[in-house]
């Protein structure tokens, strides 16, 4: 079953602007994590932010984790062709098991 | 370093057939684990090793699928009596110590 929701389900911005993408998940977890993965490759990982985070960076991307809501939010800014992918959230609450969303598909036009 | 790697990267085979799915890890991580993805879904949760011991097999559908790490490092999933409910895209992952986990390209399985 699946745990996280991510929203929107997809979206299409210009090149250079910033993209936000939401995460809704049910249970109490360890960690949320971010992952990329695009078209016909494997899953790379992005950024982990442990529960008792609320904010954390990297490079161009910043990662809100609300426990209170059970939310997170992913924001890539000064958005680059290259960041047209899919993009996942998933949740640990076992310190192994992920639980994955079904992803927003992130178009970025040039 | 390498990564994760996976072979085959593509497998079509017919229904009732037998398939293997091989991993390789990367190198001194001991832990690895099997997910299932479907198109426009998120990976699903099928069976993470720690060493040479499944620690948790409740992902896996049924009795027709199987996973072994015989020696802590390569493992094989196996599916039996192929469904054509099975096609998917197979990933594997590996991690040293738990939290982020190390992807492979996946092997694409396609059952006619």
């Known amino acids: 079953s699946q745990q996280g929701e991510e929203d929107p389900q997809a979206l299409s911005i210009q090149e250079g602007e910033n993209a936000t993408m939401n995460c809704s998940y049910k249970t109490s977890i360890n960690n949320l994590q971010w992952y990329r993965q695009n078209s016909g490759r494997g899953l790379v990982h992005l950024i982990l932010i442990r529960s008792n985070e609320r904010e954390k960076h990297s490079g161009r991307l910043r990662v809100t984790l609300d426990t209170s809501k059970k939310s997170s939010s992913l924001l890539i800014t000064a958005s680059r062709a290259a960041d047209t992918a899919s993009y996942f959230c998933?949740?640990?609450?076992?310190?192994?098991?992920?639980?994955w969303g079904a992803g927003t598909k992130l178009i970025i036009k040039p | 370093g390498a990564g994760v790697s996976q072979t085959p990267s593509n497998k079509v085979t017919e229904k009732g057939k037998y398939v293997e799915l091989r991993c390789d890890p990367i190198s001194g991580h001991t832990a690895l684990y099997w997910y299932r993805q479907s198109l426009g879904q998120g990976p699903e949760f099928l069976i993470y090793f720690q060493g040479t011991g499944a620690a948790d097999d409740s992902g896996l559908p049924n009795d027709r699928f199987f996973a072994v790490r015989p020696e802590g490092s390569v493992s094989t999933l196996k599916i039996q009596r192929t469904e054509r409910g099975d096609s998917a895209v197979y990933l594997c992952?590996?991690?040293?110590?738990?939290?982020?986990?190390?992807f492979g390209p996946g092997t694409r399985l396609l059952v006619l």
């Open positions: 998933a949740t640990d609450a076992s310190n192994y098991q992920l639980i």
């Open positions: 992952a590996s991690s040293p110590m738990g939290e982020t986990q190390y």
